[in-house]
């Protein structure tokens, strides 16, 4: 008995200190949030501005980093913005059609045995879909604030690069310098790979999501096609939303079912066959981790940190398992998270 408490006692500490962990990042989230996306853009931008610094002053190469990471920003926001402005627009001369489909709908559910309360009635009416468009566009006003600071912690993070890595060996010693060196550089090659693959899924899903909105005749079809390209940034949660606003709209402009039925198993299908066949063969191993961890790691950082932590919870998960596999201690981790890690990979680190 003994020697077993001795040795649950260390797993004990780990997972107390885990749940303690867990609870401060969600304690500090409105610092911890900013820093942590500032790191992912470093690794993204890296390649850029280390290249310009080798051709040019630092102070050119840290501005032109900067405007690049903010005309993107801008142009991500101001989309989005336009978007839920265009779907404002666009319902508004359906408001009768709305409401002719919502009772239809409360009078079927009534005919189920399921009649919806007065106070729930109230909440999910058409009126609730114009207010939830307007909440989301003064959120989008308020997330300026957000990345200011994001991009204060960006500035101050490229120029600190080279110094931080200088430092690692007097911090941690020559080898264990080392292995971080080699799993933060994997790392931010993972990211660039899993944004650009990402990216590269999300336009083609919003250029097919706009053909086939037009092929069946479902207004906004640009919008459409933009939120499925903004949303596909979100694994696993974000296809899935991007998929309910259109069929909601196709039930208020179609009035037989069918068609609203068909734009639900076309955009379906869209998703799911770029996002479960395409996708996982052109990440190869930027995404080397189970399926099961991705939608784990997705709702696990979006309960942490809200809406931010379900867009960067992956990358996170990312760069915990490029870590673990550089050190032995944590390595069981790795394997345990990447059950399709390649085994050449696995018995060379093993062998070290």
Request: with cysteine; proline share 6%; net charge neutral.
């Amino acid at each position: 008995m003994k020697p077993h408490h001795l040795s649950s006692r260390p797993a004990a500490m780990w997972m107390i200190a885990s749940i303690l962990g867990v609870a401060a990042l969600h304690w500090i989230q409105v610092i911890a949030v900013p820093i942590a996306f500032s790191l992912f853009l470093i690794a993204l931008v890296w390649p850029i501005h280390d290249r310009l610094t080798a051709l040019t002053r630092q102070w050119v190469a840290l501005t032109v980093s900067v405007l690049l990471l903010i005309l993107v920003m801008v142009g991500f926001f101001l989309a989005t913005g336009y978007g839920i402005n265009a779907i404002t627009k666009g319902l508004s001369p359906y408001a009768p059609r709305m409401h002719e489909v919502y009772a239809a709908v409360a009078h079927w559910l009534e005919g189920q045995g399921m009649p919806l309360s007065p106070a729930l009635a109230n909440q999910i009416g058409p009126g609730w879909v114009f207010g939830l468009l307007q909440g989301a566009a003064t959120r989008i006003n308020a997330v300026a604030g957000f990345l200011t600071l994001i991009l204060i912690f960006l500035i101050l993070g490229l120029l600190e690069v080279a110094d931080v890595r200088s430092r690692l060996p007097h911090a941690f010693g020559d080898a264990t310098a080392a292995r971080l060196a080699e799993a933060c550089g994997e790392t931010a090659w993972k990211f660039r790979r899993y944004i650009l693959v990402r990216t590269f899924i999300s336009v083609l899903t919003g250029l097919l999501t706009w053909l086939f909105a037009l092929l069946v005749g479902l207004d906004l079809a640009g919008v459409w096609g933009g939120l499925a390209f903004v949303l596909n940034y979100i694994p696993f949660i974000g296809p899935i939303i991007a998929v309910i606003p259109p069929v909601i709209f196709a039930f208020v402009q179609f009035e037989p079912w069918l068609l609203p039925l068909l734009v639900l198993a076309g955009m379906t299908l869209i998703q799911f066959s770029l996002g479960n066949l395409l996708e996982p063969r052109l990440e190869g191993r930027a995404l080397a981790i189970s399926p099961f961890v991705v939608v784990v790691s997705v709702f696990f950082w979006g309960l942490v940190w809200g809406i931010p932590g379900a867009f960067i919870g992956v990358p996170l998960t990312i760069a915990f398992v490029t870590v673990c596999h550089q050190f032995h201690e944590t390595r069981w981790i790795a394997r345990l998270l990447t059950p399709r890690m390649e085994r050449q990979e696995v018995a060379e680190r093993d062998s070290e």
